[in-house]
């Protein structure tokens, strides 16, 4: 039998019990449209996961001072007082994969505008901080290399801070004080939002590392040095060049631990989306169900329809159908059903993807591989499940169906 | 008439030769013998009638010779093919060349318009949509249905409907047309035309295999085989077999069945 007449008759067949075929669809209408939603909501869950953790600045590799160790009894991450300036000037000068670099330190106090205060973080930076991290100033300036070479007290103020010390908005060129000592506002910050462990962080005030050592800290040593390498290609290398330096400055021997850690914006990437995989592998694995259910439906409505029609199989085997002939036909109609199914299913996924992204404001990314993924998968349901009553429907005895009442 | 059908058989051609041909049944434990050895030869261009009684095997004997069912024992040549032999699926390729069948019940897919239901046989053999639709046509209108080849099963009367399959049967143009009971269903006017039409056929050369227990309906075959129990009582040639023409010319008029 020819193919077009196949699909032809296998057309019809499904068009004279539409209620019937449209139910069976539903089936996987379902189960498709649930499996390309899921993956839109996991992949969309993973695209934000990713997004906020590179509004940290791609390319980022941040150099901690290591555990500090006396004899024997180690205290914490980052209280080693290894990291100084030369430390950071020397990566500047003998990294090449480097492209920007910012020294940082810390400070935590008290701030007065006027009649209002504030507690929060101070952030010591060089001047191509927010290069690294790709943040853009909102308005007014970000001090520069002059000020922190000069350790001028000035100030650019996170969001947060900016709309709890001055809710009427005017505040470059105002005067503040951190712990006492006079800071000067020229600039503030562009909303950021949370990072990936929920801190806010538009909650911070920047000042040159200069000045928060000179004036704040007293503290010598660095907290932190943040890096960029020049291309995503280049992490690894300068990771390798920066390790290498800096155990030489420090003399470390070659056996010795290092005496200060690189962290880089790739692994933490890596181990956030490696969770939200999980939610996505786990929705989808969900939504598959209800596409086996739906290809149980498939199964269920062909055997009844092979009971059926088992005379119809008789009178079309009594006039010379071969078994592959009676199979394909069922095998088609299976098949028929599912790919139906699976287009629209398609189309519903993708509506429904977008409606909960509406609602739940949440990204949700319908990818190509997912509508292939579940139109595959729907084609091996039809496959898989019209296989069974096809058959039995091929391995009929002639005569046996004829007589069938 | 179509030129198919003007092939003058050859003199002597046997079609049909069947030996010892035995068929049991397993029902749970014990046996049903449905054919105890049966020999027969048919040859091109009979009309046979085989009666008996109703257990009396005759049917199995159909189904084997429409290769439809296979025989526990024995051979059965079709045209020198030893069709006992053969695979499910050349039985399907013989049923769908050489042989055409007429059942008591009409067996006509439903919602399936006349033309399309003698198209089927078409449908299993690899013939363009064209010629397809071409004899589906021409064996409609051979059996006197060219104006209703679009009508549904259900639009049309019980004789109507067996035109219909007769139709079926001869789109393929078959050696032989196997009837089973064909006019069990039909009233005793109806029965009449529809056999004028095997005789019809007959004389253009199709040898006509027709089972019946009706007595006046196997006057009108050339040759009578009695089963019972499994086996053949009699065989013998019926001289001066009745013609539906002059049968139907003698009966009083009658509301055409045409009109439902």
């Known amino acids: 039998m020819k193919v077009v007449n196949i699909l032809v008759s296998s057309f019809r067949a499904l068009l004279r019990n539409k209620m019937r075929s449209f139910l069976t669809m539903l089936g996987i209408i379902i189960g498709v449209g649930a499996v390309i939603a899921m993956l839109a909501i996991g992949q969309g869950a993973e695209y934000s996961v990713k997004e906020q953790i590179s509004a940290l600045g791609t390319n980022v590799l941040i150099i901690f001072p290591g555990t500090q160790q006396q004899g024997g009894v180690r205290v914490s991450a980052g209280s080693a007082t290894t990291l100084t300036e030369n430390d950071a000037q020397a990566i500047m000068n003998e990294c090449p994969a480097v492209r920007y670099i910012s020294p940082g330190t810390r400070a935590g106090g008290q701030i007065i505008a006027g009649n209002l205060n504030w507690a929060t973080g101070i952030e010591g930076t060089g001047a191509d901080y927010l290069t690294i991290r790709q943040w853009p100033i909102a308005y007014g300036d970000f001090y520069t290399e002059q000020d922190v070479k000069g350790a001028t007290k000035v100030c650019v103020l996170g969001k947060t801070v900016a709309d709890n010390l001055f809710p009427d908005g005017t505040l470059v060129g105002q005067n503040i004080r951190i712990r006492n000592v006079p800071f000067k506002v020229i600039g503030v910050l562009s909303k950021k939002g949370q990072d990936p462990m929920g801190h806010d962080q538009d909650d911070t005030i920047l000042a040159p590392y200069t000045t928060v050592k000179k004036r704040l800290t007293w503290y010598p040593y660095l907290r932190q040095i943040l890096v960029s390498a020049a291309s995503v290609a280049d992490i690894p290398v300068a990771q390798n060049q920066i390790s290498e330096l800096l155990r030489m400055r420090h003399k470390i021997a070659r056996y010795d631990q290092d005496d200060f850690s690189i962290r880089n914006q790739a692994d933490i990437v890596a181990t956030a989306t490696a969770t939200t995989k999980i939610l996505t592998i786990l929705l989808a694995s969900i939504a598959s169900v209800s596409l086996l259910v739906g290809g149980i439906g498939i199964m269920n409505i062909m055997l009844v329809s092979v009971t059926e029609r088992t005379r119809e199989i008789g009178i079309r085997m009594s006039v010379g159908a071969r078994s592959k002939d009676i199979l394909a036909q069922f095998l088609v109609e299976a098949l028929v059903l599912s790919l139906l199914g699976g287009f629209i299913g398609i189309a519903f996924g993708i509506i429904a993807s977008t409606l909960i992204s509406d609602l739940a404001k949440w990204p949700s990314i319908v990818t190509a591989f997912s509508i292939i993924l579940s139109f595959g998968f729907s084609i091996a349901v039809g496959i898989f499940f019209g296989f069974y009553p096809a058959r039995k429907a091929a391995m009929l005895n002639p005569i046996d169906a004829l007589r069938y009442e | ?260």
Do not use: W
Request: proline letters at 5%; charged letters at 25%; glycine letters at 8%.
């Open chain 2, 1 to 260: 008439m179509d030129a198919s059908l003007s092939t003058i058989p050859p003199p002597d051609g046997l079609l049909i030769r069947v030996e010892h041909l035995t068929k049991v049944y397993k029902l749970g434990d014990f046996e049903v013998h449905a054919l105890r050895g049966i020999s027969v030869e048919v040859k091109q261009g009979e009309f046979l009638a085989i009666m008996g009684a109703s257990g009396s095997g005759k049917s199995t004997f159909m189904n084997i010779l429409g290769c439809l069912d296979i025989p526990s024992k024995g051979n059965y040549f079709l045209e020198d093919v030893d069709v006992s032999r053969l695979s499910r699926d050349e039985l399907a390729r013989i049923r769908n060349t050489k042989i055409g069948f007429v059942f008591q019940g009409f067996n006509l897919l439903s919602r399936t318009s006349a033309i399309e239901n003698v198209e089927l046989p078409l449908l299993y053999c690899s013939t363009s949509n064209k010629v397809r639709h071409q004899k589906a046509i021409s064996a409609l209108e051979r059996v006197g249905l060219g104006d209703r080849i679009h009508h549904y099963p259900n639009q049309l009367s019980g004789g109507q409907q067996q035109r219909v399959s007769l139709a079926r049967a001869l789109v393929n143009d078959p050696k032989i047309v196997l009837a089973d009971e064909p006019t069990g269903n039909l009233d005793s006017r109806t029965s009449i035309e529809v056999i004028g039409i095997f005789q019809q056929l007959n004389r253009h050369g199709i040898t006509i295999i027709l089972v019946t227990h009706n007595p006046e309906i196997a006057q009108f075959a050339n040759r009578h085989v009695n089963f019972r129990d499994g086996k053949i009582k009699s065989d013998q040639i019926n001289p001066n077999p009745k013609s539906a023409v002059e049968v139907l010319k003698n009966l009083p008029p009658e509301n055409p069945e045409d009109e439902l």
